[in-house]
């Protein structure tokens, strides 16, 4: 009796023990202050500084797909992703295997009775072994729960390929956009030193008698605004660089050296059948085919809802062995062994509608991924149409950017020289210095364009792999 009070008085001190406050801003204009074990054990962002990858020679794009696939983290997640989906089937096919189930108990029985004789005063302890085996699901729930867990795999595994493309499009549009921003860098130079030789020739005219201080102020006018374009271009190519660091999972700051796109820009691809390409793109698309394998798990859900309706066939056995601390007891018994099997049918007649609303529910899901898969592939249809006439439509931009700057580049020089003549003012040749540095930048931009145009389109159409948009073009190129 006195131990249990004192465990009852105890009882309080413990639950407090328990209890933890969780720490709240005290001030709703001040920022809160966290207490030093708020973030224990983070060592995410060492881990990262401490992998040694080799950045000393220059990586061409498949080197750094390679880097990306390895070292970018939603590849890992999606990765583990489908792992957790697999260990389901495992658990599905479960109900296809007997559980056993070991017991130890322990029971004390004291009966106090008058007359004495018929006291009661023994211990009984032992262990026992249960088996429980459903035999038949008459609704067939075991199959489509096994069923249901397989197309959850196959719905992780897709939405695995669906983030290595992600991962793959992230890492070519990021080194597309750092190849552009140094091209842009190396056009902004070439914009300094035309304006440079502008200005040169400004003064020359100037100190010759021929020309006057208005035209060097211009001169040197457009030579500040060629100086500010340089330096919106190495800014640009600074956090271009961030950008590709951030796609293959590396920091920010990490030097990366670079190995240029080898070839030409492709041509405009051959005539394409556009509903066929849409037609062979959604096949292939791996996020299309997860909504499919979703609708599938759906679909299995409510076979395992209705299966709820029929009766169980079940198998149990037990064994069992009971020892027995009574001196009278004993004289009777003692190492008693016990048996046990039961075959039954369990048929769950009225469970409150319980069963019903779930059927329902699974249905309404069901119908719910239905319309869902059908508005992804709508939109997927759209996707691919869109982004088959923007590549097509970078292309010939592409084209005529190349006659621009042909042109521009031989208005200059002609305008620089008549300049010189004394033929044109100074605007004429800033103007033609204006549209030459112009058609550089578009150039650059619409050369981007391109690659990152037919990478998109590859990616839209599902063929978008480790080969990068090398393949996918001989792909659209057929």
């Known amino acids: 009796m006195r131990v249990s009070c004192h465990i009852i008085a105890l009882l309080p001190v413990l639950i407090l023990a328990g209890c933890v406050s969780a720490p709240t801003p005290g001030d709703p204009a001040q920022q809160w202050t966290p207490p030093k074990d708020a973030q224990k054990g983070s060592d995410s ?16 794009l498949a080197d750094l797909t390679d880097i990306a696939l390895k070292n970018n983290p939603a590849s890992r997640k999606a990765w583990n992703d489908a792992r957790m989906a697999a260990e389901q089937v495992t658990y599905a096919q479960g109900y296809f295997m007997p559980e056993i189930t070991a017991v130890g108990s322990g029971t004390r029985m004291r009966t106090t009775a008058k007359p004495e004789a018929y006291d009661v005063n023994y211990s009984k302890y032992g262990p026992s072994l249960q088996v429980s085996y459903l035999i038949i699901n008459f609704g067939g729930g075991r199959r489509a729960a096994v069923e249901q867990a397989l197309q959850t795999v196959y719905a992780a595994d897709f939405a695995f390929n669906r983030s290595v493309q992600e991962i793959i499009l992230l890492t070519e549009t990021a080194y597309y956009g750092l190849i552009s921003a140094r091209a842009g860098v190396e056009t902004a130079e070439a914009s300094v030193k035309d304006a440079e030789k502008t200005l040169e020739v400004a003064k020359e005219r100037l100190n010759n008698g021929i020309g006057t201080e208005l035209e060097t102020l211009q001169a040197k006018a457009g030579y500040d605004q060629a100086l500010f374009g340089k330096a919106s271009a190495e800014g640009f190519y600074k956090v271009a660089r961030g950008g590709l660091a951030l796609a ?12 240029p796109p080898v070839g030409d820009v492709p041509g405009l691809p051959a005539e394409k059948d556009i509903k066929k390409l849409i037609d062979e793109s959604l096949p292939r698309r791996p996020d299309i085919a997860a909504m ?187």
């Open 45 to 60: 962002w060492k881990s990262i500084r401490d992998k040694k990858l080799d950045f000393s020679k220059p990586l061409a």
């Open 248 to 259: 293959i999972g590396v920091p920010a700051d990490t030097e990366i050296q670079l190995v």
């Open 292 to 478: 499919r394998a979703n609708l599938a798990v759906k679909l299995a859900a409510v076979r395992v809802a209705k299966a709820a309706y029929w009766p169980s066939l079940y198998l149990t056995g037990s064994v069992s062995q009971d020892y027995y601390d009574s001196k009278i007891e004993k004289q009777f018994q003692d190492n008693d062994w016990s048996y046990g099997g039961t075959l039954s049918l369990k048929w769950t007649l009225f469970d409150g509608f319980q069963n019903t609303s779930g059927k329902r529910t699974a249905v309404a899901e069901a119908e719910s991924a239905r319309a869902q898969l059908q508005q992804a592939e709508l939109a997927a249809s759209a996707d691919v149409w869109g982004r088959y006439h923007n590549y097509e439509t970078s292309l010939k931009k592409y084209e005529s950017s190349e006659a621009l700057l042909k042109s521009t580049s031989a208005a200059y020089d002609l305008a620089l020289d008549s300049y010189k003549a004394q033929l044109i003012g100074i605007l004429d040749l800033l103007n033609a210095e204006t549209q030459l540095a112009q058609a550089r930048t578009q150039n650059v931009a619409a050369r981007q364009d391109v690659f990152t145009a037919l990478a998109n389109l590859a990616y839209s159409t599902g063929l978008l792999e480790k080969g990068g948009s090398i393949e996918a073009r001989k792909e659209l190129q057929k």
